[in-house]
């Protein structure tokens, strides 16, 4: 953490120092308590590696990397949620419980499915295949897949991390291209595998979908933070003028799209109280401004800020799906 | 060509070179990254040398939300103890007859044990951390008239949230004025929305990573992407906020490494940072090289140290767009 001016801009963007407890994960943490007191209290864990903080850090340090470096540290977690969910990689090779679903094995355009897709959760293989095909492509996902490590290595799970890579690698090395549902799985592909992989906003980006005139609804377009901090702020302006071509949707503007809803980093398997009070706030300010609908372009915090039941809220290709002519 | 205009960096500078230079018709893109010392600064706007236009354009750009609604000279401070007078007001700017402070248990913006210490005419009060309406019961049971507090408001709900505040508590409030809070990042809001409203294609989260002969890289998060310009603004601000960088002995614009002074210690005192900081680079009449422009605190004496605030960056940039207006 050299380089840190102590402007504490972090501090006032990190929601959880903001809504949980007086607790933050960032430098301070980092360059202070962890090394002089070597300690192992749960600070680290409540980060959702939203990315918030380094976006506006003035020094560019790259803190959610530290964090995540800190957890390797601190590895296996004490926490009984992600033990759980560790338990379930070693058990499934996958951090949600895989369901049954249908899809292409062959074809040109491998869709790489995500645990959260997988465990038909949001975000589901059918409504994915669907919308890729209607885009033009020719879909499939390979059954061999499995989850592509990016929740496990938020949890400092470096050698499950490995060893799920060394299954995917070469199944997505052989694959003409690589498209995601997931921004986490969209991330971990492209920096840690090193394939090109695109977020299936960025593939929808010069398709041409034909959306039906379905009924009038006020869309709270929730911007996930691994996808508009982690893939780029580019796949936002993407998914806001679909959204606004389809007839009958109106996009809101309500000034907190940007929040982190909370569940990301593995905090919603270690805390799932704060994570709920965190989405819970989200949605709020939503049905205040006035949505109908929350519509998130990624399957886990769709999941997320579904808890509150104050909305409803889906994953975007699921949306795109319904409403596809 | 994708746009008319890139600037680089959506501080007070780059936002008013933007402004200025969509209303005149222009395609501009905006490219910003981090936080700016605009959104870190205490967002007090001091009138140094008189412009009617640059006056109209704070004043409207605040106005819609509750920001500069007056024109003023007064003093305000903050929770550190610095004094700084501003020309521009907000109906909870002027603290001066305030005999009361209330801090909020957990909020760290203002302590108003110190700002009776210092002011030695305010009584401290520390009230719960609660929502709107508890909050406005717990400001109730203080007897003086006027209160201060910290900033507890974004830019979108300041003015009615302030009101509200008001009515339902019966005092007068103002506002503190604290560094590294919610002013600066009004200032900033407000800014960057009226470069917007005007036409600007703000590109926010994004950084240019390198420059080429009429066109730029841009990187958003994992992808970078190119974009073609006409001209090129550099207004991405001092060392603070990375418009400029320090390696080695050097101050160096870190794109396009142009016409920087140098900083001849390789270890930087106190007087080696005033001296950094003091240096920028050197755009006469804001032209850098063919095609770019450099506009704000990025300028060789335009910093902060060195007396140049807010308004001196905005004049800077406001005076700089017509120059590239008339070069294209
Ligand atoms: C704590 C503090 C308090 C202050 N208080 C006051 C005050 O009360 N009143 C006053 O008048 N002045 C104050 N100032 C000074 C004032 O903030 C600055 O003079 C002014 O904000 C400079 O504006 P700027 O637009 O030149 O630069 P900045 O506001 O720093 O904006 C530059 C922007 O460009 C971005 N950028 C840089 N490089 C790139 C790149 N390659 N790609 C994309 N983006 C890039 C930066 O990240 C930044 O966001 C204060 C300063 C500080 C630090
Ligand atoms: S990544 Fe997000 S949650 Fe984690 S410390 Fe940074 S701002 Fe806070
Ligand atoms: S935002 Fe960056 S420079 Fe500022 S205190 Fe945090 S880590 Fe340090």
């Known amino acids: ?325 | 060509m994708d746009c008319d205009v890139l600037v680089v960096g959506g501080g007070a500078a780059g936002c008013t070179m933007s402004y200025r230079l969509s209303k005149a018709g222009m395609n501009v893109a905006l490219v910003t990254s981090g936080t700016p010392a605009t959104a870190m600064s205490c967002g007090r706007i001091k009138v140094t040398e008189e412009n009617k236009e640059l006056r109209q354009f704070i004043r409207q750009a605040g106005e819609k939300y509750g920001l500069f609604t007056e024109e003023r000279e007064v003093q305000a401070y903050t929770n550190k103890g610095t004094l700084y007078s501003q020309s521009f007001l907000s109906d909870y700017d002027d603290s001066s007859q305030a005999r009361a402070a209330a801090g909020i248990e957990g909020n760290k913006d203002f302590n108003p044990d110190l700002a009776a210490r210092i002011t030695g005419r305010l009584t401290p009060y520390w009230i719960r951390q609660a929502d709107l309406d508890e909050t406005a019961e717990s400001l109730k049971e203080i007897p003086e008239e006027m209160i201060i507090i910290p900033p507890l408001f974004d830019i979108r709900h300041y003015r009615s949230s302030m009101k509200k505040l008001e009515e339902q508590s019966g005092r007068k409030l103002r506002e503190a004025v604290t560094p590294l809070s919610l002013p600066g990042k009004r200032l900033h809001e407000c800014l960057i929305q009226a470069a917007k409203a005007a036409g600007t294609r703000v590109l926010e989260g994004r950084k240019v990573t390198d420059i080429t002969a009429q066109s730029a890289l841009i990187q958003s998060g994992i992808r970078e992407q190119e974009m073609t310009y006409g001209a090129l603004v550099l207004a991405g601000g001092n060392l603070i906020s990375g418009g400029l960088v320090l390696d080695g002995n050097m101050v160096r614009e870190p794109l396009l490494g142009i016409n920087v002074t140098e900083v001849a210690s390789t270890r930087l005192r106190s007087a080696e940072l005033t001296e950094a900081l003091s240096s920028g680079i050197c755009a006469h009449g804001c032209r850098a090289a063919a095609g770019v422009y450099a506009c704000g605190s990025i300028v060789a004496g335009m910093s902060y140290p060195l007396n140049k605030g807010l308004w001196d960056v905005m004049l800077n940039a406001w005076n700089a767009a017509e120059k590239v207006r008339d070069a294209l």
């Open chain 1, 1 to 325: 953490m050299n380089g840190c001016i102590k402007c504490g801009e972090c501090l006032t963007a990190c929601h959880a120092y903001r809504h949980l407890r007086d607790q933050f994960s960032g430098p301070r943490r980092l360059a202070v308590e962890y090394p002089r007191f070597n300690d192992t209290s749960e600070e680290a864990f409540i980060c959702t590696t939203c990315g918030y903080c380094e976006e506006v850090c003035p020094s560019e340090l790259a803190i959610t990397q530290a964090i995540v470096q800190m957890r390797g540290k601190m590895f296996p977690p004490q926490n009984e949620g992600q033990k759980k969910v560790l338990e379930l990689a070693y058990r499934t090779d996958h951090s949600v419980e895989p369901k049954e679903y249908s899809a292409p094995e062959k074809g040109k355009t491998l869709l790489f499915p995500g645990c959260v897709g997988k465990g038909r959760l949001a975000g589901r293989p059918e409504e994915v295949i669907k919308l890729l095909t209607a885009a033009g492509a020719e879909p499939y996902i390979h059954p061999g897949l499995v989850c592509c490590g990016s929740p496990l290595s938020k949890m400092g799970a470096a050698e499950e991390v490995e060893r799920l890579k060394n299954i995917n690698y070469p199944l997505l090395s052989e694959a003409e291209k690589v498209v995601t549902v997931c921004p986490g799985c969209t991330t971990m592909i492209n920096k840690s595998y090193g394939i090109a992989a695109l977020h299936i906003l960025e593939y929808l980006q010069d398709a041409e979908l034909n959306f039906i005139d379905g009924d009038d609804v006020r869309v709270y377009l929730h911007h996930p933070c691994h996808l508009s901090r982690g893939v780029g702020p580019h796949v936002m302006d993407i998914a806001k003028e679909i959204l606004d071509s389809m007839p009958g949707v109106t996009v809101l503007d309500c000034g907190s799209e940007k929040d982190c809803c909370g569940g990301g980093g593995g905090v919603l398997a270690a805390y799932p109280r704060e994570a709920y009070a965190t989405a819970d706030l989200k949605v709020k300010e939503a049905q205040e401004a006035g949505a109908d609908l929350i519509v998130a372009p990624c399957p886990f915090c769709a999941v997320n800020l579904r808890r509150p039941k104050r909305l409803k809220a889906v994953e975007m290709s699921e949306f795109l799906c319904s409403r596809l002519k």
